[in-house]
């Protein structure tokens, strides 16, 4: 397929599944935001060309967080795609507290594609705790997701510098 085909199929494909779901911030931003700005700062902000890498970006959390299956993205989009998204989604059975210190354990160990989606999830996650925080989230949550999102990113230090001087300076802007 080619690849402005792939990139409007996965978003018109992520905009379905997340349609009706919204960000947790004060103003109940749409989800696919989310998803779509981490595909604008791979390419745009760090200039990321691997079509791969920006598919699943746009995808990354369909299977965390819809009905989407990894067998799902694997008929739509190909095995690499749907190996990379199920990288990066947390297994949702397993309690909080240990899905984020099992992202802090495997970081080091998944794959450069993957490694390039996590540090655009984080960075984007970062910017929006920082501009547009959770309503309910007080300023100790604030900051303890910036400390957690910084051990998951030290794992993968080397994977991309520029991706990981953005990392830097969003958390830089710490609450
Ligand atoms: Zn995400």
Same mark, same amino acid.
């Given at each position: 397929?080619? *690849?402005v085909?792939? !990139?409007?199929?996965?978003?018109?494909?992520?905009?379905? %599944?997340h349609r009706?779901?919204? =960000?947790?911030? /004060? #103003?109940?931003?749409p $989800?696919?935001n @989310?998803?779509l700005?981490?595909?604008?700062?791979?390419? !745009? +902000?760090a200039?990321v060309? *691997?079509?791969?890498? &920006?598919?699943a /970006?746009?995808?990354h *959390?369909?299977? +965390?967080?819809t #009905?989407?299956?990894?067998?799902?993205?694997g008929?739509e989009?190909?095995? #690499?795609i749907?190996?990379?998204?199920?990288?990066?989604?947390d297994?949702?059975?397993?309690? %909080?507290?240990?899905?984020?210190r099992l992202?802090v +354990? @495997?970081a080091?160990?998944s794959?450069?594609?993957a %490694?390039?989606v %996590?540090?655009a999830?984080?960075?984007?996650n970062?910017?929006d705790?920082r501009d547009r925080p959770?309503?309910h989230?007080?300023l100790?949550r604030?900051?303890?997701?910036?400390?957690? /999102?910084?051990e998951?990113? *030290?794992?993968?230090?080397?994977?991309?510098p520029? &991706? #990981?001087?953005?990392?830097?300076?969003a $958390? =830089?802007?710490?609450?």
């Open positions: 397929m080619y *690849d085909a792939r !990139l409007i199929k996965a978003a018109d494909f992520a905009a379905l %599944k009706g779901q919204r =960000r947790k911030d /004060a #103003e109940a931003s $989800y696919i @989310h998803p700005a981490l595909a604008r700062v791979l390419k !745009l +902000e200039g060309d *691997d079509v791969d890498v &920006l598919v /970006a746009i995808l *959390d369909t299977v +965390e967080d #009905e989407t299956t990894v067998e799902e993205l008929r989009f190909g095995p #690499e749907a190996a990379i998204v199920a990288e990066v989604t297994d949702k059975r397993l309690p %909080k507290p240990e899905r984020k992202q +354990e @495997h080091p160990g794959s450069p594609r %490694k390039l %996590k540090l999830d984080k960075i984007c970062l910017r705790v959770p309503a989230w007080p100790e604030r900051q303890a997701y910036f400390e957690w /999102a910084r998951v990113i *030290d794992g993968i230090r080397g994977a991309n520029v &991706l #990981e001087g953005l990392f830097d300076e $958390y =830089r802007a710490k609450p």
